[in-house]
């Protein structure tokens, strides 16, 4: 019943913007934090942020930091990825995570969490192209 499904990928210029959504169902969402990961072909996983189920704790890779920005609207079931200035190397399938709040995996390293991640959406494919 748990189910996060990501949309808003697509095509985009260099320096470009997209905004990704993630919305939940059977869960309140509230109570997860929830972290945006990406993966482009011959590449590991990458985190690229998270957030935590109440919004007071936020991270961000190197990579999307200054760049991306995470947001939450639980009353609507829904975290935002907000990506300005994008960049070829940003081109990857981006998937959002969903976990459980009181395990706090938002005040860890994005490189150490993803494994422990419950749920995962299908993903959606950013491309960043001239």
């Known amino acids: 019943q748990l189910q996060l499904v990501e949309s808003g990928g697509g095509l985009v210029q260099p320096g470009g913007s997209l905004r990704l959504s993630c919305a939940a169902s059977?869960?309140?969402?509230?109570?997860?934090?929830i972290g945006w990961f990406r993966q482009a072909p011959g590449k590991e996983r990458e985190g690229v942020s998270c957030?935590?189920?109440?919004?007071?704790?936020?991270n961000y890779a190197d990579s999307a930091k200054g760049r991306f920005t995470i947001s939450r609207d639980n009353a609507k079931g829904t975290v935002y990825l907000q990506m300005n200035s994008l960049k070829p190397e940003d081109t990857a399938i981006y998937y959002c995570?969903?976990?459980?709040?009181?395990?706090?995996?938002?005040?860890?390293?994005?490189?150490?969490?993803?494994?422990?991640?419950?749920?995962w959406g299908q993903g959606t494919q950013v491309t960043v192209s001239s």
């Open positions: 059977g869960f309140t969402l509230d109570y997860y934090n």
């Open positions: 957030i935590s189920g109440s919004g007071n704790t936020i």
């Open positions: 995570a969903a976990d459980k709040a009181i395990r706090k995996l938002c005040d860890y390293g994005l490189e150490y969490v993803g494994g422990y991640f419950g749920s």
